[in-house]
T-cell receptor, first 115, second 113 residues
Framework: ELKVEQNPLFLSMQEGKNYTIYCNYS?????LYWYRQDPGKSLESLFV?????AVKQEGRLMASLDTKARLSTLHITAAVHDLSATYFC???????????????FGKGTHLIIQP | SQTIHQWPATLVQPVGSPLSLECTVE??????LYWYRQAAGRGLQLLFY??????ISSEVPQNLSASRPQDRQFILSSKKLLLSDSGFYLC????????????FGQGTRLTVV
């Protein structure tokens, strides 16, 4: 059974600071996704990481994937209040073409950035 | 471009009543379709997935069922709701290819009273 663990589950930080959210998963996979969820809203796709060593950046967020360590990180640089949200990582266990087994999600990291 | 529509956005239903949530996708063919549930303070749980019309797989046994009567339509149903069915239900789709991210609908907040 695939397990996806995020930490921390809750993070309160000040604007301008840097921090990293970690996502560990329990079995071999080279496909990892990061999503953002605002309160009461649906999930918005942030990053798709499809190979070992993949790094993607969008604004103040940067995500990376180490498939050997089964670890992905989401790094926040110089945080701003607008980044306050819950961030989920998700792992895809599908190996065959047209895969549809769905994603296994971590429990999410609730991030609050204070002015 | 592809879009996903999910309705209703909010629903309050009494225990024992039936449920029908509908999700449709536009702008793509033969998508993979999913129903997820997010209980209060918890992560997302995959309930059902479908790779084609009338092809439904269930991830967890429960009081819910899913149907896919058309290629781009996915319906979540229950004959008799339980209090424990309350939660935020999300429909999602992904392209019928390997290593594709899922795109989510706006969600339905269901409260069973």
């Amino acid at each position: 059974e695939l397990k996806v663990e995020q930490n921390p589950l809750f993070l309160s930080m000040q604007e301008g600071k840097n921090y990293t959210i970690y996502c560990n998963y329990s079995t071999t996979s080279d496909r990892l996704y990061w999503y953002r969820q605002d309160p009461g809203k649906s999930l918005e796709s942030l990053f798709v990481l499809l190979s070992n060593g993949a790094v993607k950046q969008e604004g103040r967020l940067m995500a990376s994937l180490d498939t050997k360590a089964r670890l992905s990180t989401l790094h926040i640089t110089a945080a701003v209040h607008d980044l306050s949200a819950t961030y989920f990582c998700a792992v895809d266990m599908t190996y065959s073409g047209g895969g549809a087994d769905g994603l296994t999600f971590g429990k999410g990291t609730h991030l609050i950035i204070q002015p | 471009s592809q879009t996903i529509h999910q309705w209703p956005a909010t629903l309050v239903q009494p225990v024992g009543s039936p449920l029908s949530l509908e999700c449709t996708v536009e702008g793509t063919s033969n998508p993979n379709l999913y129903w997820y549930r997010q209980a209060a303070g918890r992560g997302l749980q995959l309930l059902f997935y479908s790779i084609g019309i009338d092809q439904i797989s269930s991830e967890v046994p429960q009081n819910l069922s899913a149907s896919r009567p058309q290629d781009r339509q996915f319906i979540l149903s229950s004959k008799k709701l339980l209090l424990s069915d309350s939660g935020f239900y999300l429909c999602a789709w992904s392209p019928y290819i390997q290593a594709a991210e899922a795109f989510f609908g706006q969600g339905t907040r269901l409260t069973v009273v």
